[in-house]
């Protein structure tokens, strides 16, 4: 099982950018769907962004659409979240998770939390003035 571990998390302001990385080991992560989850405080869990090994799956929540980009660096085995434009209301823990052979196929199904078999411990981000 691959390991994860976020990084690039802390404080800025509205409307600045962060850039938030996912480093594996234990694993190569050419084979497997890389999600990025947040959890607000108060709030569920939800589905940031992902994409799988095959980039023919990339996923982008309504409401980071346009903002923030995923990608993928396998010879670094890691992948990352550039968050641009960053508001208030994407402050969150985010989370990186992976599953190996993922693929949802279709751009508009959001990640589960249920089908991802390995979690990071998460980075803060928090978006104020």
């Known amino acids: 099982q691959v390991q994860l571990v976020e990084s690039g998390g802390g404080l800025v302001q509205p409307g600045g950018s962060l850039r938030l990385s996912c480093a594996a080991s234990?694993?190569?992560?050419?084979?497997?769907?890389i999600a990025w989850f947040r959890q607000a405080p108060g709030k569920e869990r939800e589905g940031v962004s992902c994409?799988?090994?095959?980039?023919?799956?990339?996923y982008y929540a309504d409401s980071v659409k346009g903002r923030f980009t995923i990608s993928r660096d396998n010879a670094k085995n890691t992948v990352y979240l550039q968050m641009n434009s960053l508001k208030p209301e994407d402050t969150a823990v985010y989370y990186c998770?992976?599953?190996?052979?993922?693929?949802?196929?279709?751009?508009?199904?959001?990640?589960?939390?249920?089908?991802?078999?390995?979690w990071g411990q998460g980075t803060r981000v928090t978006v104020s003035s």
């Open positions: 998770a992976a599953r190996r052979g993922l693929n949802y196929y279709s751009n508009y199904i959001a990640p589960r939390e249920a089908d991802f078999d390995s």
């Open positions: 994409i799988s090994s095959t980039y023919d799956y990339i």
């Open positions: 234990g694993s190569t992560l050419d084979n497997y769907a």
